[in-house]
């Protein structure tokens, strides 16, 4: 077992406050991506407007945090979508955990 604490982020306000569910969890793991996540929701294509919703969250901090703009964040994440898209670097693997 490594000796490193698991470096986790608070919750929402919003979701402190009112409830929700958790729906994804990621962590960077030697470099590379380690996920925990559910369904969630009926139909897969809701996960596209969450994956859109999540990179203009992701813009914007880097608008505030870099010297860029969320547009060319925005830009840049939408770049590297398409062409992770089309030609996959890592696929990774799916295994239930429970």
Same mark, same amino acid.
């Given at each position: 077992?490594?000796?490193?604490? $698991?470096?986790?982020?608070?919750?929402?306000?919003?979701?402190?406050?009112?409830?929700?569910?958790?729906?994804?969890?990621?962590?960077? %793991?030697?470099?590379?991506? &380690? %996920? &925990?996540?559910?369904?969630?929701?009926?139909?897969?294509?809701?996960?596209? $407007?969450?994956? %859109?919703?999540?990179?203009?969250? %992701?813009?914007?901090?880097?608008?505030?945090?870099?010297?860029?703009?969320?547009?060319?964040?925005? &830009?840049?994440?939408?770049?590297?979508?398409?062409?992770?898209?089309?030609?996959?670097?890592?696929?990774?693997?799916?295994?239930?955990?429970?």
């Amino acid at each position: 077992m490594a000796d490193e604490a $698991v470096n986790e982020l608070p919750v929402p306000p919003d979701a402190q406050e009112a409830g929700g569910h958790e729906v994804l969890r990621a962590f960077v %793991v030697d470099g590379g991506l &380690s %996920v &925990s996540l559910q369904r969630a929701f009926d139909e897969p294509q809701t996960w596209g $407007v969450l994956l %859109v919703d999540l990179a203009r969250h %992701v813009a914007r901090i880097y608008a505030e945090e870099a010297e860029m703009t969320q547009e060319q964040a925005l &830009s840049e994440i939408r770049r590297m979508f398409d062409a992770e898209w089309d030609r996959s670097t890592d696929p990774g693997a799916t295994d239930a955990i429970n």
